[in-house]
């Protein structure tokens, strides 16, 4: 444990949600990978992750007040360089709130109380980066003060209208908190006292178009700040997701247009960037107007495999770092000696006599088929033949016949241990940092972290704990879904149905060299399955399968599509990429809505 | 107006009192005509009856609506269970017979949110009235069949209870639990707040219930800091104060959003306290159950609440 490092009160293996984490605990946890520099650049780009894949952070990071204080050489020198100064701003759940409540609106009132919201929102983000941006660049404090008061004296009387001075950045931003709740307190009279009007007094200059007051904000920051020309600002807007069809469509129409010096990077889950269309003649096109970024499935939180220039995967990092900034709690505690090799997922030696468990394995749950192909390959007089055994058929059926046959001799009061070990923790997180933070959570709850051992013999929690742990996680992220907005109880019978049909496939019938975890649509596939197929990748409940063969990164209905790793260990799969079956064989009941 | 009181009263109280305006909302519901039942018409001199534009031709709601027209004279004002609009009309529409000092009672048993929101917002924004007093009815429900699953359809703030929602505070989420565990918590998983809190109502109709809200919400309670607070569902005024003592704590430091889902003597106030702490959030989720639960019978037990405005 490195001394100098200073450690937060709280343990931050107990905040797997990058919202809720200070600027000071992401900054120290967080782990760049290629994906987030790709966003410090001056074009537009679509951010799409399923829920809990890290958007959240990443749009963060971009923000000045954040990424100033990463340590890393490369953001270091963007910010030294003045090339890109980034801001944050969210329509999380409370903000879409307020405009969702106005039902009595016509289409255009919606759509200037949108611009009116977004426009004091991110004048609002531009102070947070202003203070950050003054911090960076004015070393000496008095000239910094003095810079503040030049710059918000200006801003002030512009987004005030001229009505209020402020002195401060604090005055400012408290001005405009109030400005945004009597705004909402004067539609709320009007509609009570029977005016429903929108010619409003309250904060009229943010009645404008839309990211107009920010712009000039920008403008007069960056003359003060003496920024050149070639300073992109970067607006990250979080949660997207939580906005209807119409609000993208503005908010592409800031993207077709010409950007001055002002790009966007927007957060969403994937499918859930729902329109193209602009309010201009012309929608917007993809790779020359923005970019899509996708963020699900990065290889690197899949395995244990170093990342570039790195001394360790990413996995361990985020462990690490959050073990760092806990304190010395979890001192000498590593993924590896926490949680141990996997039965499941782990090569090991094939063992060829003719007793062995292997062997017998392979005799009472492999397919006829297999097990011709097995003999066939044992009899042959090669040298290579073992070797030409494991590829073929070793390395895809050793971990399902384990499977199999630990959920065939389970009894009730035995304790399962099959689901266990650092690959399978790392699997049945879908690269999901959020799951993963989660799972490392509920691990180290169970370590007494006062009766250990000094020398910390591997693994420090036991196999069947790990087990248990694993199988109420999966319990959890299976439970979790089904009463999403709209058409939680279909999706939730949906999956159910399907994960039914794998765990049969794989637990009733003969092992064939695979087990079918995806599922198949077509062109013809209706639009109803393809509506909750989308809504599942968005909670990360499915994945598109990507290969070689299927390089798509955001296919449109036809496709191959695998059950999360996550539901693994509750539908006793293997959390593996298997085979697939055409959704239409799989018997799906009637569900009730449609999307 | 500036809410000055909000204290507990009894029946009797009610049943005494006369009144300029008396609000009933007609619906499937038995005990939707339990309180109006026990007031004598002739200490109303102006009652508004509203009736569901949903599920007006059920047996159950004809009935209720026939015992109005009987009792009141009145046909219901029908009006859809997610629209305020005629509320407020009515209302305004009444502004002028009344003197400076304004008595309102709500039956809000049966009433949906929105309606007792706009009531409530309604009072707000009046420049004519020096005081204005309104007394809430709740008739406690007994569950014969239990509830059928609640699935959410959207989640909104209340009219005119925004609060400072564009604020980039910290954000602290004030549960208040019912009976839809799973709905709360995927609220809760779309809110992803920095620090929650959680009310349930103990002592509740039946203990029973208490234990079925407590098993219900588990998971999210794993997710509360410090206890979940156990506040009574026949005192307004005491869950009131209490979580106004609450807000107190948290509001210099963090944006606050209520989500009552519970009992609605809970759900007021919250309400009451988003008037108080005019930058809290009080948000609403709406749904539907999966059926219709129309085995909701009135037990004896009232919840009567004083709620006093001066300008």
Known sequence: MDDNIIPFERDLFEVDNARNLTTGELVRTFVPTDNFWRLISSKNQIILGSRGSGKTALAKMVSHSHLSRLDSDYAKKVISGQKFIGLYVSTKTEWVGALKNKGWQSEEERERFFQWKMNISTCLSLLVTLKSCLKSFIGDLEKRVRTERQIIVELSKLWSHNEKTCHSIKELEEYLDRTGFEKNIEIARRRALGDESLNSIVGIVFDTGLFQPLRIGIKLISESLGLTEECAWLLAVDETENLDEMYHRILNSEMRADPGNLFFKITTMPYCHYTLNTNMAVPLEVNHDFEYVYIDQDDNLFSLKKIKNHPRSLVETIFRKRVQASGRRYEGITVQNLLGQSKLLDSQEWDFSIDSKDMKLLETYASEVVKKKASEILQRSNADKHKEFKNQIGRKVRGILTLRDAISNHRGNQNLDIYSGVSMAIACADANPRRLIRLYNKFLKKVRIDKLDQSLKTPILPPHVQNDILISFSQDVFNRFQNEEGLGPDLHRFIQTIGEYMKKSLHENPIAYEQISSIRLTESSSELYWGLVKRAIGLGILYHNVNMENPNLMPEKEGTFRLAYALAPYFKLLPRKGDSRRLESIVIPKTKKLL | ?311
């Open chain 2, 1 to 311: 107006m500036r809410l000055v009181n909000v204290v507990d009263i009894t029946e009797e109280e009610v049943v005494k009192n006369e009144y300029n305006v008396a609000i009933f909302c007609s619906g499937f519901e038995r005990r939707a005509i339990s309180l109006a039942k026990r007031l004598d018409p002739q200490k109303i001199s102006h009652p508004l009856i509203f009736g569901f534009i949903e599920g007006k031709n059920e047996i159950n709601r004809i009935e209720n609506d026939e015992f109005y027209k009987l009792k009141f004279g009145l046909s219901p004002i029908l009006e859809s269970k997610k629209s305020d609009k005629s509320i407020y009309h009515q209302l305004n529409s009444l502004t002028s017979k009344f003197n400076r000092k304004l008595t309102l009672f709500v039956d809000y048993s049966s009433m949906p949110r929105i309606w007792y929101t706009a009531i409530l917002n309604w009072i707000m924004y009046q420049n004519e009235f020096k005081t204005v007093t309104i007394d809430f009815g709740y008739s406690l429900a007994e569950y014969q069949n239990g509830l059928s699953l609640f699935t959410v359809d959207d989640i909104m703030s209340l009219p005119g209870f925004e609060g400072g929602s564009i604020s980039q505070m910290d954000n602290t989420a004030i549960f208040g639990l019912g009976f839809d565990g799973s709905a709360a918590l995927s609220v809760f998983d779309k809110l992803e707040p920095d620090t929650t809190l959680a009310f349930y109502a103990k002592p509740g109709k039946h203990v029973d219930y208490e234990e079925k809200t407590l098993a219900e919400n588990s998971e999210l309670i794993d997710n509360v800091h410090g206890r979940t607070i156990a506040l009574p569902i026949t005192s307004v005024e005491t869950t009131f104060r209490y979580l106004g003592e609450l807000v107190s704590v948290y509001k210099n430091n963090s944006h606050i959003t209520f989500v009552p889902m519970g009992p609605k003597p809970h759900v007021l106030a919250s309400l009451l306290v988003g008037l108080r702490f005019r930058m809290v959030t009080c948000l609403y989720v709406s749904g539907e159950r999966q059926k219709n639960d129309k085995k909701i019978n009135p037990s004896e037990l009232l919840t009567t609440t004083r709620v006093t405005f001066e300008s």
